[in-house]
């Protein structure tokens, strides 16, 4: 049944997505009302995002962001069901990348690299790496599966179809490990701005007006594995087309500090998001956790790990 469902959805993916991109984007004006104005979908999450965030602006800044940002991730979704169909020379127009002479040249040298990015204009595209890099070359991307089967299976197959692997957050190092043992230089890309669970709650840093927790295993990979640190800046040019500038972050990230080169990504992350917050993904709830409310319910125990505080009796 699940196979069956794959191919029936898959068709119809596929039929919207050989649509130009003109009408594209007229179906996603529609969906833009339909899911603002009727659905609704989320807003209360995206307006309590955004007046926490930008507490300086007045709420008619916050409604023009927001309804900017209901706008974009409409053009977002249609955009992605394009990777279904679109060829490998149109998307290299619509997508471009900056700082891939750098990337390159780590290659020659045998160099592994680490890309941080964020739910930041249209990350799904970035899949088109593999379109720009050395051929020799394996580009990577972190991705978390999802539980529906169906759709796991419709997002690996369109994340893939420009050549770049797919790797479950779940088997991150262990893939990363198999792909160096075979000797090709390569890139993998770490989407690490979502919000981690409670037990992977290590360290907090400044972030859009937030005392904010963050991942830091992308970090640990990095140390471990010797990655020279990247950092992915996107900016949309116009309706769908988009840049993506290629940022050093440091060569040996075994030379740095704990948490410090994760707190230089989310510097630069914020940096993009005040440049134009449309484009980030306001619909995560973000800030589940404040330091107050975790360190009441969690500490960290002599192990290092941090466990539900016991109960008093």
């Not at 619909?283 to 016991?310: A, C, L, N, V």
């Amino acid at each position: 049944m699940t196979t069956l469902l794959y191919y029936i959805y898959y068709t119809l993916w596929f039929l919207v997505s050989l649509l130009p991109f003109w009408l594209l984007y007229r179906l996603s004006d529609l969906t833009y009302y339909l899911l603002y104005y009727l659905v609704r979908y989320r807003r209360k999450t995206v307006r309590k995002n955004l007046v926490e965030s930008f507490p300086e602006k007045t709420i008619g800044e916050i409604i023009k962001i927001e309804k900017k940002f209901y706008s974009f991730f409409c053009d977002y979704v249609f955009e992605t069901l394009k990777l279904l169909s679109i060829s490998p020379n149109h998307l290299r127009k619509r997508m471009q990348f900056e700082g891939i002479d750098e990337i390159n040249e780590m290659f020659k040298q045998g160099k592994p690299c680490g890309a941080y990015l964020g739910h930041y204009c249209n990350w799904e595209w970035i899949s088109s790496l593999p379109l720009h890099t050395s051929k020799d070359g394996i580009c990577g991307q972190i991705y978390h599966k999802l539980s529906n089967k169906v759709s796991d299976r419709l997002f690996l197959k369109l994340r893939g179809r420009m050549g770049a692997v797919s790797i479950p957050m779940k088997e991150t190092l262990r893939k990363i490990l198999t792909i160096r043992a075979s000797g090709k230089p390569y890139i993998i890309g770490f989407i690490s701005d979502q919000s981690p669970k409670a037990q992977n709650i290590h360290h907090w840093t400044p972030f859009l007006n937030h005392s904010t927790p963050v991942l830091t295993g992308t970090e640990r990979i990095m140390k471990q594995v010797g990655m020279v640190a990247f950092y992915a800046e996107v900016s949309r040019v116009k309706r769908g087309y988009y840049i993506c500038k290629f940022q050093k972050l440091v060569d040996n990230p075994k030379e740095y500090p704990d948490y410090e080169i994760t707190d230089m990504y989310m510097k630069r992350l914020e940096q993009s998001i005040l440049k134009a917050p449309q484009y980030w993904l306001w619909t995560h709830k973000r800030w589940k956790w404040t330091p107050e409310r975790f360190h009441s319910m969690y500490e960290q125990g002599e192990d290092g790990r941090i466990r539900p505080k016991k109960q008093e009796s």
